[in-house]
C-alpha cells in the first residue's frame, strides 16, 4: 500500500519534472491483442539493444487510450495500422501515408513505413473447398454461388466489411449466417461453412489450413502494420528511434501469423514470440528480449495490485465524500450541486474518462485510481447526505439544545447516528469499485482486468475466468467485511429495536 | 428569570405566535396549558432558542440569546422532551454526560454528578448503562431529567415530559417531578395539556390559545374566575 502511494506521488512528480537521466529511455505501448504485444515487445527490445533503457506497457486498452498515451508523452511509440490511424486516430478515411504523417506531425508524432505486412481484413475459405472449386480470389468465389458463409457480426455489420464487399464483387451466398468468431471458424473446420471473413494475420489460416482469397478488386482497405512514436525521440532518444526502425519493411504476413499462433494457440510467452519473429524478420544479429514487462497472467499479482488500486480509492473516496456529504446536507443548494456533479461523474464511460485523464495523469496506476476514486464518491456523499438528513428532528434540536458546539454535534451526535447510512454507501463504493477496478488494465495499472483482458483477445475462457472469479469472489469478501466492519462501527444502540412496554 | 416582550411568529405571512409578554420570576414554577397547536410548545422552543421570534425580546436571566452567547445561555438551561429525547447510539449514561464530557469534566466528577443525579431522579445503576432501546418510557424519562440537569442549570423547561407514559407511571413520576422541583428551587417552565398536572406540578399557570396568552394565575383562581367560557371548559376537563 505505502509502495503504492509513494509510485503515485513519483508519477505525478515524473510526469511534471520529465526526465533527467542522461541514458536514452523510451516507453513502448502496446494495445490489448497478441499482434501488438509481440510487436510492442520486439520494439522494446529493439531500442534496449541499442543501449536504451527501455519499457514495454502492454496491453492497454483500445486506440484512444494508446493515441491518448502516446500524445501525453506518457509512451514514446507503439505498433498501430494505417487502416486505424485513418479511422480512428484522423478520422481521415482516404488520407495516403504522406497526409497522415504530415497531420500527425502537427501533435510531434511521426509515423514510419510500413513493417511489411498489412493486418487487415479477407476473406478465407476452407482448404478442401478452396481445392476442389479452384478458388483464388474472391471474383472466383463469386462465382460459386452454392458456398455458405460464417461471418462475425462486426463484419456483417461494417461498411468495409460484408455490406461494402458484396456489392463490390456482387457477391450473393446460398448462405450468410452471423456468428462469433470462433464459432464460426469451427464452422468451416467442421465443414458446414465455406467462407470465413479473417485478419490476414490471424493465426487460425494456418493451424485450419485455409486459404486467404486475394482481393483482387482492391476492396479491403490496408491496414498496413507501422509504428506510431513520439517525434521528439528524434532529439532525446536518437539510437533508440533507429534501432526501432530497423523493422520497418522487416516482417512478412507469415513471420507475423505464427508470431500470433505461438501467442494465442501455443501458450507461448510474449517474449519469447517477439524474440522469434526478431529472428526471423531481422536474422542473425537480432536482439534477444531480456527481462520482460509484457502481460503476466500470475493471477495473485493480478489480485494484490487489485486490492490495491480499490483500497487507495476507496480511501480518498470517504476522505473526500464524507465532507461533502456534510456539507450537501448543510447546504442544500451547494448541496444539490455536488450530488448532481458526482452523479454525472458516473455516467461517464469508463474508456472515455481514462482517455480524458491521459493528458493530465498519463498511465498506469495514477489516472487509474483517480478513475476509480471519482466514480466511487456519489454512494459515499449520498449515504452521507441521507443518513444526516434524515436524523429525527427530536434528535436534532435535543442536541441543539443542549448547548453543544456545532463541531461536537457533527462528531458526538450527528455522525454517529448517520453511520449507518454513511456505511452502506461506503459498503456500496467498495463493492461498486472492485467491479469496476478491472478497467484499471485499460491503462496499464494492472488488477484482475489484465487477465481478463488479455483472456478476451486470446479467446481463452479459462483466462477471462481467472480474473472475473477472483474479482466476483472479492466483491463478496468486501460484502461480508462490511457486515462485520458495521457490527463494529455502527453504536450498538442504533441496532436494538425499542423496548416494547 | 424568563422575560419574553411582545414576541411574535409568523409562517408564511401568517401570524401564529403572539404577541407574548410573560415573566417568570427565578424560582417560580409555572405550566403552560391550552389546547394542541395552541402554541405552548414555540413558546418553549423560543426560549431556548430553537424557534427564532420575528419580533420581540426573549431574555433568560437578562440577557438575549445571541448567536453569540445561545451555546452558553444553553448550558444554563435544562430542556426536557417528550420520551427524554434520548440518542440512541449512547448509554443512558452517555448521554447523561454528554455535555460535560465535551467541556472536559474529569471522569470523577462526571460519576460523583452521575450518582447524585441518579439518587435524585430514581434511575437504578444498571440501567444507566442501558442504551435508550432497552429502557422503559419512564426509565428513558428520568434519564431525559437526568440529561437535562447534569451541568445543574437554573432554568428548566419541560415539554410534555410525562406524555408517553401510561396512567399509573405518570402518577408515580408527577409525584417525584414535584418533590425534584420543591427540593432544587429552580425556575420551572413546563408546558403540558393536562390541567390536573399543571396544578400539581406548578404553582402559577398560563392559558395559552391561537398563540396568545388568555389568562395567568393559579389554578385554583383561574378556576374560579376564567376570563372566558374556553378557559372555563378548559380548566373543567381537569381529571378530579
Keep these: 500500500m505505502k509502495r503504492l502511494a509513494l509510485a503515485c506521488l513519483g508519477a505525478t512528480v515524473l510526469l511534471a519534472g520529465g526526465r533527467a537521466d542522461a541514458r536514452e529511455h523510451v516507453v513502448v505501448g502496446s494495445k490489448a491483442f497478441p499482434e501488438s504485444w509481440v510487436l510492442g515487445e520486439a520494439l522494446a527490445t529493439l531500442a534496449a539493444a541499442s543501449g536504451a533503457e527501455s519499457e514495454h506497457r502492454a496491453n492497454l486498452g483500445g486506440t484512444e487510450i494508446v493515441a491518448e498515451a502516446l500524445r501525453a508523452g506518457a509512451i514514446d511509440a507503439y505498433p498501430e495500422y494505417t487502416g486505424t490511424l485513418r479511422e480512428v486516430v484522423l478520422h481521415a478515411p482516404a488520407a495516403t501515408l504522406g497526409e497522415m504523417r504530415a497531420r500527425l506531425a502537427r501533435d510531434g508524432l511521426g509515423v514510419t513505413d510500413s513493417l511489411g505486412f498489412d493486418d487487415s481484413y479477407a476473406l478465407a475459405a476452407a482448404g478442401p473447398v478452396a481445392e476442389r472449386d479452384g478458388l483464388r480470389s474472391i471474383s472466383d468465389a463469386a462465382r460459386h454461388r452454392e458456398l455458405r458463409a460464417a461471418f462475425t457480426h462486426e463484419f456483417l455489420g461494417r461498411a468495409d466489411g460484408w455490406p461494402g464487399l458484396r456489392a463490390r464483387y456482387g457477391l450473393e451466398l446460398a448462405e450468410v449466417r452471423g456468428a462469433q468468431h470462433q464459432l464460426a471458424l469451427d464452422a468451416v473446420a467442421g465443414g458446414s461453412a465455406d467462407l470465413v471473413d479473417v485478419y490476414t494475420t490471424d493465426p487460425e489460416i494456418d493451424r485450419l489450413a485455409l486459404r486467404v482469397l486475394d482481393d483482387d478488386r482492391g476492396f479491403f482497405p490496408r491496414y498496413e502494420a507501422v509504428v506510431v512514436y513520439r517525434l521528439d525521440l528524434g532529439a532525446r532518444a536518437p539510437g533508440a528511434l533507429a534501432a526501432m526502425q530497423r523493422l520497418v519493411g522487416r516482417v512478412d504476413r507469415a513471420q507475423m501469423a505464427r508470431a500470433n499462433a505461438a501467442v494465442s494457440l501455443e501458450h507461448a510467452s510474449t517474449r519469447d514470440a517477439a524474440g522469434r519473429l526478431l529472428r526471423e524478420a531481422l536474422g542473425a544479429d537480432a536482439p534477444a528480449p531480456q527481462a520482460s514487462s509484457a502481460p503476466s497472467a500470475a493471477v495473485v499479482t493480478a489480485l494484490v495490485r487489485h486490492v490495491e488500486l480499490v483500497a487507495l480509492s476507496l480511501a480518498a473516496a470517504i476522505l473526500l465524500g464524507v465532507p461533502l456529504g456534510i456539507l450537501s446536507a448543510r447546504r442544500r443548494r451547494t448541496g444539490a450541486l455536488v450530488l448532481g456533479g458526482t452523479g454525472v461523474v458516473q455516467t461517464v464511460p469508463s474508456l472515455a474518462l481514462l482517455a480524458l485523464m491521459i493528458p493530465l495523469l498519463g498511465i498506469g496506476v495514477v489516472p487509474a485510481v483517480v478513475a476509480l476514486f471519482l466514480y466511487g464518491l456519489l454512494p459515499i456523499v449520498q449515504g452521507t447526505f441521507t443518513g444526516l438528513t434524515t436524523i429525527p428532528a427530536a434528535l436534532a434540536e435535543s442536541a441543539e439544545a443542549l448547548g453543544l458546539t456545532p463541531g461536537a454535534k457533527l462528531l458526538r451526535v450527528e455522525l454517529p447516528l448517520a453511520s449507518p447510512s454513511i456505511l452502506a454507501g461506503v459498503r456500496t463504493s467498495a463493492v461498486i469499485g472492485v467491479g469496476t477496478a478491472t478497467i484499471a488494465a485499460l491503462v496499464g495499472a494492472g488488477g484482475l482486468g489484465d487477465p481478463i483482458l488479455q483472456g478476451i483477445a486470446l479467446r481463452s475462457t479459462p483466462l477471462i475466468l481467472s480474473g472475473a472469479v477472483p474479482a466476483a469472489l472479492l466483491a463478496l469478501v468486501v460484502q461480508g467485511g462490511f457486515a462485520l466492519l458495521e457490527r463494529a462501527l455502527v453504536p450498538r444502540g442504533l441496532r436494538l429495536r425499542t423496548h416494547a412496554e | ?240
Design chain 2, 1 to 240: 428569570m424568563i422575560t419574553l416582550d411582545g414576541v411574535e411568529k409568523s409562517y408564511d405571512g401568517r401570524r401564529v405566535f403572539g404577541p407574548v409578554s410573560l415573566e417568570v420570576a427565578d424560582g417560580a414554577r409555572v405550566a403552560v396549558v391550552g389546547p394542541s397547536g395552541c402554541g405552548k410548545s414555540t413558546l418553549l422552543r423560543m426560549v431556548v432558542g430553537l424557534v427564532r421570534p420575528d419580533a420581540g425580546r426573549v431574555l433568560v436571566a437578562g440577557e438575549p440569546l445571541t448567536d453569540a452567547n445561545k451555546r452558553a445561555l444553553r448550558r444554563r438551561i435544562g430542556y426536557v422532551v417528550q420520551d427524554g429525547g434520548l440518542f440512541p447510539h449512547l448509554t443512558a449514561e452517555r448521554n447523561v454526560t454528554l455535555v460535560a464530557r465535551h467541556l472536559g469534566w474529569s471522569e470523577e466528577r462526571m460519576r460523583a454528578r452521575v450518582a447524585e443525579l441518579s439518587a435524585m431522579a430514581g434511575l437504578d445503576g444498571p440501567a444507566l448503562a442501558r442504551w435508550p432501546a432497552q429502557l422503559s418510557g419512564g426509565q428513558r424519562q428520568r434519564v431525559g431529567v437526568m440529561r437535562a440537569l447534569m451541568l445543574d442549570p437554573a432554568v428548566l423547561l419541560l415539554d410534555e415530559p410525562l406524555g408517553a407514559l401510561d396512567p399509573v407511571i405518570r402518577r408515580k413520576l408527577q409525584r417525584e417531578l414535584s418533590a425534584l422541583f420543591r427540593s432544587l428551587g429552580k425556575t420551572v417552565l413546563l408546558v403540558t395539556h393536562d390541567v390536573a398536572e399543571a396544578a400539581y406540578l406548578a404553582d402559577d399557570a398560563v392559558v395559552m390559545r391561537a398563540g396568545r396568552v388568555v389568562q395567568r394565575g393559579t389554578i385554583e383562581a383561574m378556576t374560579r374566575a376564567p376570563a372566558d367560557e374556553q378557559v372555563s371548559e378548559l380548566l373543567a376537563s381537569r381529571a378530579p
